[in-house]
């Protein structure tokens, strides 16, 4: 079975504080992504990564960095923690559209609060 | 912003009923995913149509695809308590960026 995993469930992390949330898949996915989903809002795209090193910025980058050293690590990186960043963070990984398959799978999801 | 809409965003139906769920996209694309997730957990992947075909089908499930209108609906037939959750389309827009919507809201009671 494919697995996405993200390494806390819940956090909280006080204002200002630099937050790492990390995401491991091991699937050999070319493609890693990271949501936020907030109610009303659905699943926004903060950052997507289509390789090792590689990334593009999504909707919502603003406050936000990405690191993709290894093809099955991705880390969302919040620079200086803000409340209006307390959200359910979502990872994802797919295989690259030239396979075809682009089905994605999805993280437990990191449920932050920013205090 | 490139989002996707889910219409409705809420829907209450009864067990053995049919749900429909409509998605708008804004962009070309080279297919659309639906998804569901369970209360406050992880999406699971249900459906892809490629944006060369008009229906799909998998189990209960009926996939329409209209890429002149940029929309897609979600059909759910013979709907049971168990199909309870959120429903999210996703669009790739062009590229392997995977879109999502806003989701709508299935509620099914026994």
């Known amino acids: 079975d494919v697995k996405v995993t993200q390494s806390s469930r819940y956090l909280v992390k006080r204002t200002g504080e630099k937050v790492f949330l990390e995401c491991v898949q091991d699937?050999?996915?070319?493609?890693m992504f990271w949501y936020r989903q907030d109610p009303g809002l659905g699943l926004r795209l903060i950052y997507f990564?289509?390789?090792?090193?590689?990334?593009e910025k999504g909707d919502i980058p603003e406050g936000y960095s990405v690191s993709r050293e290894k093809k099955e690590r991705f880390s969302l990186i919040l620079e200086s923690a803000s409340t209006n960043q307390t959200s359910m963070y979502l990872c994802?990984?797919?295989?690259?559209?030239?396979?075809?398959?682009?089905?994605?799978?999805f993280g437990q999801g990191t449920r932050l609060t920013v205090v | 912003s490139q989002q996707g809409e889910e219409d409705p965003q809420a829907l209450s139906i009864q067990e053995g009923e049919n749900a429909t769920m409509n998605c708008s996209y804004k962009?070309?694309?080279?297919?659309l995913q639906w998804y569901r997730q369970n209360s406050g957990r992880g999406l699971v992947h249900l459906i892809l149509?490629?944006?060369?075909?008009r229906e799909k089908h998998s189990g209960r499930l009926r996939v329409t695809l209209d890429t002149s209108k940029k929309s897609s609906s979600l059909l759910i037939t013979a709907s049971r308590a168990a199909d309870t959750a959120s429903y999210f389309c996703?669009?790739?827009?062009?590229?392997?960026?995977?879109?999502f919507g806003t989701g709508t809201r299935l509620q099914v009671f026994p």
């Open positions: 990564s289509y390789d090792v090193k590689m990334k």
């Open positions: 699937m050999d996915h070319e493609n």
């Open positions: 962009t070309s694309i080279n297919n």
């Open positions: 996703a669009t790739d827009a062009g590229s392997d960026k995977l879109i």
């Open positions: 994802a990984s797919s295989f690259s559209g030239r396979y075809l398959n682009t089905e994605a799978f």
């Open positions: 149509i490629r944006s060369n075909e």
